[in-house]
């Protein structure tokens, strides 16, 4: 389809207001629904899912230590709107087509609020999954200042729910963060950036045959879905106006498959403030800010002096990443236009800090456990690709149990010849380092035989992390503190497509 770019504004989706607040917690209902919504100018009108009658869904923001509790409800109609594929596990016909569960991303939450890929819930919670166990969730929210997003987190259709339109921004603030003098107010805009493709009657399209289909079957699960066009909070290639002076983005990859590699055409540099999890030490000046699959980079871009610029922000990660088709610079290698037509409304007084918070560092001596955990696929009984963790499946006995309070360092060990963007439920992490190793061999006789040195973190990652790039044929290693609640969660691929089928694992923490 040949839409033309920057004619629709960017959006700034609304914050959600809490229907009660008090001194002791905050009450929110969010609402689930089906409509209609106008993503681009020349485009009909797209039936999506969203929350509030919004996609994406409102932004939260709340308080570190706010108790925020948070009604999730399904009033979504009976039929979904993408193809299902029931040959995959957790999406068999012995379950409602259409069923929801949120995940509250890089939150630390009671195990019951975390969204649960089997606590799922049916429209007027008729029908329930096997680990469904509340209808209003819990937040504590005891992270420092950072960037979440809440997205659908269902068994088995989760790339369709989130496809769908069920995301959104939830931001934590606090006072230290307030008295770094930031961009702020209307100076600091969240984007989220998904790619999506469209049939002429302006429609969702999602594949429902593999490339090579497989006789016989409705629909089958894709290895993974690359969109042709690109949304930035829910428009296809928006412009924003903006006024010469900094302002603070909220950078947010919430597609299903795609990594972007996102840069400025004015050479400008982006300066890094935040990783997923909450502010840097000091800021890092980046020329192009690379971000997988669910992963956050709050970043500051200074207009100043740029008066009647125009200032594209690209996007040149080959699909797959890093090695597969270069972008098309024409579409996908378009995300949107800055436009330096406004005039300034005050002084620009906000700072780019050198220096923001202490970001003290995790000791691999610290740990008490070293898990060694493969990355491997194999193929189904049709000839698909199955992505595992651990080389087993998701309902294969719990193996991972850390301790409540334990450090560990997880090996993430990539057998396969894709790049895997794993996140852990919970936590946060920090990269140690990524090495080569010899893949055959560890194939063949479980050793682990490195063959070349360890490669630090990139600038970009040297920060509180949910989520980190494993890189094929690599050795990932990450380290982190489990708690401060036990129970049941999850670690997965972030790559939707894989995590339905069926790259994901529970893990427990133990008292």
């Not at 609304?14 to 009660?20: E, G, S």
Request: overall charge negative; glycine content about 6%.
């Amino acid at each position: 389809m040949n839409l033309t770019k920057f004619v629709d504004k960017l959006p700034i989706p609304p914050v959600i207001k809490p229907l009660r607040k008090d001194f002791n917690h905050t009450y929110y209902e969010a609402t689930m629904t089906e409509f209609k919504q106008s993503l681009h100018r020349d485009l009909p009108e797209t039936t999506v899912w969203g929350f509030e009658g919004g996609y994406p869904g409102p932004t939260f923001e709340v308080e570190s230590g706010e108790k925020v509790f948070v009604k999730w409800i399904n009033n979504l109609p009976a039929k979904h709107l993408l193809p299902i594929d029931h040959t995959i596990h957790g999406a068999h016909t012995d379950v409602p087509d259409v069923r929801t569960v949120i995940h509250l991303h890089g939150a630390s939450v009671e195990w019951e609020s975390d969204g649960y890929p089997e606590a799922w819930f049916t429209n007027g919670f008729q029908q329930t999954g096997p680990y469904f166990s509340k209808e209003i969730y819990r937040y504590d929210n005891y992270m420092p200042a950072c960037t979440l997003w809440y997205h659908d987190h269902t068994l088995g259709i989760t790339r369709l729910n989130v496809y769908a339109g069920l995301a959104g921004f939830y931001l934590i603030r606090e006072q230290r963060e307030r008295e770094l003098n930031l961009p702020s107010g209307r100076f600091d805009i969240p984007l989220i950036i998904q790619d999506k493709s469209f049939n002429p009657d302006g429609s969702l399209l999602y594949p429902r045959q593999q490339e090579k289909p497989v006789p016989g079957l409705e629909t089958s699960i894709v290895p993974e879905f690359f969109g042709d066009t690109i949304l930035v909070n829910g428009k296809v290639w928006p412009y924003l106006n903006v006024e010469p002076r900094k302002y603070r983005f909220r950078l947010l990859n919430a597609s299903n498959s795609r990594f972007y590699r996102l840069r400025l055409d004015s050479g400008q540099l982006f300066y890094q403030i935040a990783t997923d999890s909450g502010l840097t030490e000091s800021p890092v000046g980046l020329h192009e800010v690379i971000l997988a699959p669910a992963e956050r980079s709050e970043v500051i871009v200074d207009f100043t002096n740029l008066e009647g610029n125009r200032i594209i922000m690209t996007n040149d990660a080959p699909a797959p990443y890093p090695n597969g088709e270069p972008v098309n610079p024409d579409t996908v290698g378009q995300v949107m236009e800055f436009r330096v037509v406004e005039p300034l409304s005050s002084i620009d007084t906000s700072t780019i800090p050198a220096f923001m918070v202490p970001f003290p560092k995790r000791r691999v001596q610290e740990a008490s456990k070293v898990r060694f955990l493969g990355l491997t696929r194999k193929k189904d009984q049709y000839g698909r690709e199955v992505m595992l963790l651990d080389d087993k499946d998701w309902d294969a006995p719990i193996s991972e149990n850390p301790k409540l309070g334990q450090t560990e360092v997880w090996y993430l060990i990539n057998l396969t010849n894709e790049v895997h963007p794993i996140h852990l439920h919970l936590v946060d992490f920090q990269v140690i380092d990524r090495r080569n190793f010899d893949v055959e061999k560890y194939k063949q006789k479980g050793v682990l035989e490195y063959t070349g040195p360890a490669i630090p973190p990139i600038p970009q990652e040297r920060g509180r992390k949910d989520t980190v790039i494993a890189n094929a044929h690599q050795v990932t290693r990450i380290i982190m503190k489990f708690g401060p609640y036990t129970g049941v969660y999850v670690w997965h691929c972030h790559i939707l497509e894989h995590e339905d089928y069926v790259m994901m694992r529970p893990f427990m923490v133990i008292p």
